[in-house]
């Protein structure tokens, strides 16, 4: 098959189409033929090798951990029939023809592929965040980076938990806040007197997507603690005393049944700004990178 591989470390430089072997669906498996592909920043943090200690990758490795397709392969134990279209997490790497999942629910009908596979990772993080942070109806959500992928989902569901959400982006992407339902704030010096301004009464939590070093803001902003406070992207969080959120949640597809629902009807979006060839993979990786895509980028075998 053909799919994306990187036989080191390194910048985007370091991904190049190549033949792959096929992998086969084992016990608890099935294979897919991918759609989608989603590209997320915790690709290119394991392709430069910065998270060998949390997420070991044996090289040759291919990239990508969520994916939309069609299953081609059922292993034993596995409820779902050959032709089904499922969206989920691939354990093989998602740029690939094909790949293996064990995590993955029915993509709904009326779901495109590029809006369902920008869906796994993004809300799964944002749910799990918010739960963390136990944020309810009424309280008031400061969200750091709320126009990327995972702002916009615990944007999203944060206001329709019932929750007031004041969300920091740069000034041209205050308008989309806004469609959201959140009160929109620039980031960088003087946050906190700006975010006093629309929320004097404080911030109940902090959800922090960005990791720009907001995490001293967060902690003025919150009365001087650090609780109710968690970060998915500052590396120093635990100087803070701040929780650094990774990883997922057990039997993640309870949740992601109940977002690509939201999604098909229409309640849930993830904006996708691009859409790669698997060829351009690299062009991809290198825009994620920057952080300045401004929504989802996919890539499509």
Excluded: C
């Excluded at 016990?27 to 759609?35: A, E, L």
């Excluded at 989309?176 to 109940?204: M, S």
């Excluded at 990774?246 to 849930?268: F, K, S, T, Y």
Aim: zero cysteines.
């Amino acid at each position: 098959m053909e799919a994306i591989v990187f036989e080191e470390f390194g910048g985007p430089e370091v991904l190049h189409l190549a033949e792959a072997e096929e992998p086969h669906a084992g016990h608890g498996q099935v294979r897919v033929r991918v759609k989608t592909a989603g590209v997320n920043p915790v690709d290119y943090k394991i392709r430069h090798g910065w998270m060998q200690e949390v997420v070991p990758t044996p090289l040759p490795a291919i990239p990508g951990v969520e994916f939309a397709g069609i299953v081609d392969e059922v292993g034993e134990g596995v409820t779902a029939a050959v032709g089904d279209e499922v969206v989920g997490w691939t354990t093989t790497g998602a740029y690939a023809q094909y790949a293996l999942a064990e995590s993955f629910v029915p993509k709904p009908a009326g779901l495109d592929w590029a809006d369902a596979a920008a869906l796994p990772v993004a809300t799964e993080t944002a749910q799990r965040v918010l739960d963390l942070l136990g944020v309810r109806a009424g309280e008031t959500l400061l969200v750091h980076g709320a126009a990327g992928a995972v702002g916009t989902a615990a944007t999203q569901l944060a206001v329709a938990a019932g929750a007031k959400v004041i969300g920091t982006a740069s000034p041209a992407r205050h308008d989309y806040l806004r469609e959201l339902g959140a009160t929109p704030v620039a980031y960088g010096e003087g946050l906190v007197a700006r975010v006093r301004d629309v929320a004097p009464e404080g911030v109940d939590a902090v959800f922090d997507t960005a990791g720009k070093g907001a995490l001293p803001d967060s902690i003025e902003l919150r009365g001087g603690t650090t609780d109710r406070i968690i970060t998915i992207a500052d590396p120093e969080a635990a100087a803070h005393g701040v929780t650094f959120s990774a990883g997922m949640v057990e039997n993640p597809e309870i949740a992601l049944a109940e977002h690509v629902g939201l999604a098909a009807d229409g309640r849930l979006r993830i904006p996708v700004v691009g859409v790669f060839p698997l060829a351009e993979a690299a062009k991809a990786q290198a825009l994620s990178e920057t952080g300045h895509a401004g929504g989802k980028l996919v890539v499509t075998p």
